[in-house]
Structure formats: C-alpha cells, structure tokens
C-alpha cells in the first residue's frame, strides 16, 4: 500500500509570499495529482503530473520519480488561494487514488 | 458541458436505514471512482469502475457497502444497514478513460449523517 505523507499539515502566510506544499509517496506510482479543496465545496483537480514540471497560471507542480516527491507551489500568492491542497497518488498497486491528508493553506490580506 | 453530478447533496438518514447515493458522471467517461472523506481526513479510495464492470473494490470496508454501474454511465453507491461510523462526504469522480492522461472530474459530494 502506498503511504502518501503532505507537509505542512497547515500553512499560514502573508499574501503575496510564494508558497511550497511538499508531498512524498513510497511506492513508484503512474501518476500524481494535486487538488484543490475549499470549505464546504468539492473538489478541483489542478495538475496530474507523470514526470517533470506543469504550470498553469501562478501555480508550478513538479514531480521527481526517483525521490518519489512532488512539490506544489504558489507564487504571489492570494487571499483566495485559502484551501486544502490534497496530494494523490495512482497506481503501485492500486486502480484507485491514494491521498494524502491535505495541507491546510491560509492566507492572509 | 456539465460536470459530475452527486445527488443528494445532503442525506440525513437513521442508524440501521438503507441508502442510496447517486453519481452521474460526465458524458463518455468511462472510469468512474467512488471516495470517501470523513472530517479532517484526505479521501479513501472505496471502488473504481471501468465501464459496467468494478474493476477493483478492494476499498469498500465490508459487505454493507454496494456499488452498481448497469449501463456504464450512471452509478450507485447503496449502503445498507447504515451505522454512525459511516457518516461522511461520498464523493464521485469520473475519468474519459484510466490511464496517465486522463484527469479526474470530481462532484461536489453527498454528505451523509447517520444519527
């Protein structure tokens, strides 16, 4: 079974501070994916990484198969980006993701 | 077009009841994921469907728990003999197909209360 361990579990900052969520898995996986979870709403996928480097707006998501990490990062960051950032992993074994428990991001005007 | 599609939204339901949620994915999605998310946790993974068929329901926790697909499209989780623990967001994504290019679609979830 794949363990899927997020740091940190929360996050509070300033706004306009760049930001970084790292996540590690131990068995080799087909994908990654990072989402997004407001309070109360559902949830939003933002990269499913393979291999290298996505971006997408003020968001980078990079991923190193070898280390099995991955990381997330914010630049500029915004008031609205406050959410549960949720790592999750697919294949090692299993059809289905394995998630890790989320990183609680606040951040402040 | 429209998203994955959860409903209801919310069920309230007695110890002991039987229940139905419902997901309806996004058209011609053939990889449809049930999850479950209790308070403060990440999801768990309870059953994958490829087409009509579960392809793996190795998360479901035990024999109360119930997932049909009958045409591939729509999906079912039932739960019978609900009990507390179960109280929890169900939440649905779907896929066009399994593999490493195929993003997931998530719906907004059922949060379910068994008093």
């Known amino acids: 079974k794949n363990e899927v361990e997020q740091s940190p579990q929360n996050l509070t900052a300033q706004e306009g501070e760049f930001i970084t969520i790292n996540c590690s898995y131990s068995?080799?996986?087909?994908?990654l994916h990072w989402l997004q979870q407001h309070p109360g709403g559902g949830i939003v996928s933002l990269f499913m990484?393979?291999?290298g480097k996505k971006k997408h707006g003020r968001l980078i998501a990079t991923i190193n198969i070898q280390e099995k990490h991955s990381s997330l990062h914010i630049t500029a960051s915004h008031p609205r980006d406050s959410a549960v950032y949720i790592c999750?992993?697919?294949?090692?074994?299993?059809?289905?993701?394995?998630f890790g428990k989320g990183t609680h991001l606040i951040i402040q005007p | 077009g429209a998203g994955v599609s959860q409903t209801p939204s919310n069920k309230v339901t007695e110890k002991g009841k039987y229940v139905e949620l419902r997901c309806d994915p996004i058209?011609?999605?053939?990889?449809l994921y049930w999850y479950r998310q209790s308070l403060g946790q990440g999801p768990e993974f309870l059953i994958y469907f490829q087409g009509t068929g579960a392809a793996d329901d190795s998360g479901l926790p035990n024999d109360r728990f119930f997932a049909v697909r009958p045409e591939g499209s729509v999906s079912t989780l039932k739960i019978q003999r609900t009990e507390r623990g179960d109280s929890a967001v169900y939440l649905c994504?779907?896929?066009?197909?399994?593999?490493?290019?195929?993003?997931?679609?998530f719906g907004n979830g059922t949060r379910l209360t068994v008093t």
């Open positions: 999750a992993v697919q294949g090692g074994g299993a059809d289905g993701l394995t």
């Open positions: 058209s011609g999605h053939t990889a």
């Open positions: 994504a779907s896929s066009s197909q399994k593999g490493r290019d195929s993003p997931l679609h």
């Open positions: 068995v080799g996986i087909s994908a």
């Open positions: 990484l393979s291999s």
